[in-house]
T-cell receptor, first 111, second 115 residues
C-alpha cells in the first residue's frame, strides 16, 4: 500500500560501516520478497530476493533476513560505500502475483 | 538482469489531453506487467497488474477509465492517462516479470507533468 508520513526515514552511516535497513510487510500470505534500490529520478533496481521457505540469503556484500513470525525483513549491507546512497524498498509478492512496496528508507553514506 | 524499457522518460502535456506511456521487455517475454505511481519522497503505489491477453486488474481507488492499460503482447504494455489533470502529474513506473512469483524488473520511469 501507499506509505504514510511526510518524509522517508533516513539512515546515516559512515563509509565502511555496515548498514541494516528494516522493513515490515503486511500480508502473512506473501511468499516472495525483493529488496530494491532506487536512485533519484530512476526506476528501482533489483538487489536481492528471498522466498518464504528461507530465512537468510546472501549476495555480494548484501544479506537479506526474513522473519515470518513477525513479518519482518532486513537488508544488511557490508562495508557501505558512497555509491550505496539511495532509497531502499522492500517489496512483497502476494499470491496471484502482485508486488506491493514498503514505505522505503533513505540511506545516506557519509564519506 | 533483464531489461525493461519505458518510453518516454519525460512528458509534459496540457490539461484535458491524453498521454500514452510504453513499457517494453527487451530481452524476455513478460507474462505479467505492473504499473506503479510514485509521489516525491514516497513509496511506489501499485496501480494495476496486467497479464498478456487479458484485462488489467486495478487496485482499489484507481480509476479504470482514467488509466487505460493494454498488454497486447508478451513484450509490450501501455498505460494511457486520459483527460489528464495537474493532479495526475507524477512519476509512473512499470515493471515486468517472466512468470508468477519471479523477480520483477523495472523500467526507468516516466515523469509526467500536466500543465
Amino acid at each position: 500500500g501507499e506509505s504514510v508520513g511526510l518524509h522517508l526515514p533516513t539512515l546515516s552511516v559512515q563509509e565502511g560501516d555496515n548498514s541494516i535497513i528494516n522493513c515490515a510487510y503486511s500480508n502473512s500470505a506473501s511468499d516472495y520478497f525483493i529488496w530494491y534500490k532506487q536512485e533519484s529520478g530512476k526506476g528501482p533496481q533489483f538487489i536481492i530476493d528471498i522466498r518464504s521457505n528461507m530465512d537468510k540469503r546472501q549476495g555480494q556484500r548484501v544479506t537479506v533476513l526474513l522473519n515470518k513470525t513477525v513479518k519482518h525483513l532486513s537488508l544488511q549491507i557490508a562495508a557501505t560505500q558512497p555509491g550505496d546512497s539511495a532509497v531502499y524498498f522492500c517489496a512483497e509478492n502476494i499470491p496471484f502475483n502482485k508486488f506491493y512496496f514498503g514505505s522505503g528508507t533513505k540511506l545516506n553514506v557519509k564519506p | 538482469g533483464a531489461v525493461v524499457s519505458q518510453h518516454p522518460s519525460r512528458v509534459i502535456c496540457k490539461s484535458g489531453t491524453s498521454v500514452k506511456i510504453e513499457c517494453r521487455s527487451l530481452d524476455f517475454q513478460a507474462t505479467t506487467m505492473f504499473w506503479y505511481r510514485q509521489f516525491p519522497k514516497k513509496s511506489l503505489m501499485l496501480m494495476a497488474t496486467s497479464n498478456e491477453g487479458s484485462k488489467a486488474t486495478y487496485e482499489q481507488g484507481v480509476e479504470k477509465d482514467k488509466f487505460l492499460i493494454n498488454h497486447a503482447s508478451l513484450t509490450l504494455s501501455t498505460l494511457t492517462v486520459t483527460s489528464a489533470h495537474p493532479e495526475d502529474s507524477s512519476f509512473y513506473i512499470c515493471s515486468a516479470s517472466r512468470d508468477r512469483g519471479t523477480e520483477a524488473f523495472f523500467g526507468q520511469g516516466t515523469r509526467l507533468t500536466v500543465v
